[in-house]
């Protein structure tokens, strides 16, 4: 496979309305001090990963909960074994390092590997600086709406003073919000990593990329359940430089913006901050891909030299 060896500057909107794209603790969507609504990078990086993992079914998907027979989540080392069982006992670095390298969520996002041997000697301590770096996204939208509700259970409380009582709850939702993540791509992150593996270790492939790509446009979409139905992929800029370039483009969230004012429903967003960065650097830019669901979204201000595709 052909290593991809581009660096990539990109955002991604996820969309939720009446939805809980990211909960904290406490089952509210996450918000910051000042009350904007925002998403942790793991809640994306998730979406990413389960789409991968249910769509590429013969790629591997390291960081994901897995559970033994009694339905606790696995170790760190029993998930290692369980999904390489030829190595479970392995206390070499640069074998366990190009295990790890064989998973794709490992080659796109890195990792804190610590597995423990039977001894201290055969402990394993790798550190993975991925490739792909994904921001928290934050609400652009002018609304941090916020609601909650009661919920039943069809079951009665287990104390014996509420047996003929049912189970009442709460669920929160965000009203509607629109989380622009930005992200980059570097693949030299990997050149350690892919050393120590030595010969034969997997480097991030353009067949990665494009399945980055695709689970990017479509992740949060098809990960549907109770609280996420109503969360959706909006929007996937893909900037990609020159092979050689050396710039570092702003950060953005600065440079996407949303008016405060739909327009006959859909959401106007302005690129004019990206159009302006993009052409002060169009000559170290190999490509600006535009993916946009147009049924809720109206794009204004895109660069010249971006194309626009269907989501």
Known sequence: MKNFNNRVFGAAIVKAINSNYNADFSGQPRTLPNGQVYATDKA???????????????????????????????TLEDAYAHVFPEHSDENRKSIVAKDILSCIDIRLFGATFAKKGRTRESNVALSVHGP??????????????IYSE?????????????????????????????????????PMNLQEIVGLAGDGAENLSHEDIIKLKEAMRRGATYNDSSSKAGTENELLVWVQLTEKAKIVLPNFTRLIKIEDKKNNGKVVVDFSGLELAISLNKDVIELVEIYYNDSSLIVDNVPEIAKKFAL
């Open 44 to 74: 994306f990086k998730y979406t990413v990963k389960k789409y991968i993992r249910d769509v590429y079914q013969g790629e591997k998907v390291f960081y994901f909960k897995r559970l033994n027979n009694d339905f606790n989540p696995l």
């Open 150 to 186: 009661q919920i039943i259970a069809p079951f009665s409380s287990p104390g014996e003073k509420d047996k003929e009582m049912t189970t009442i709850g709460r669920q929160s939702k965000l009203e509607e919000g629109h989380y622009l993540h930005h992200f980059s791509v570097n």
């Open 132 to 145: 792909v770096q994904i921001n928290h996204g934050v609400n652009i939208w002018h609304e941090n709406n």
